[in-house]
């Protein structure tokens, strides 16, 4: 009988010490895996802001431009 109460108790334990080293594990790769998306991100950002540098200014000639010709006819 001491037998099978030991045994219950060395489950539930075991069963506590797998949730915990899940739990662990689990933080440890979200962390990684947000951080490797946050820096997805912030390389797309940076793409999109830096062709935004060059596109900006060719939109606005072209706009201009487009204003004078609309006015001159």
Request: charged content about 5%; proline content about 1%; overall charge positive.
């Amino acid at each position: 009988m001491l037998s099978m109460l030991v045994l219950i108790i060395f489950i539930i334990g075991l069963f506590k010490l797998t949730g915990l080293f899940f739990r662990a594990v689990g933080t440890l790769l979200g962390w990684i895996f947000g951080g490797i998306g946050w820096l997805i991100l912030a390389g797309l950002a940076v793409t999109v802001f830096g062709l935004a540098v060059f596109a900006v200014p060719a939109v606005l000639v072209i706009g201009c431009i487009a204003l004078i010709v609309a006015a001159a006819s």
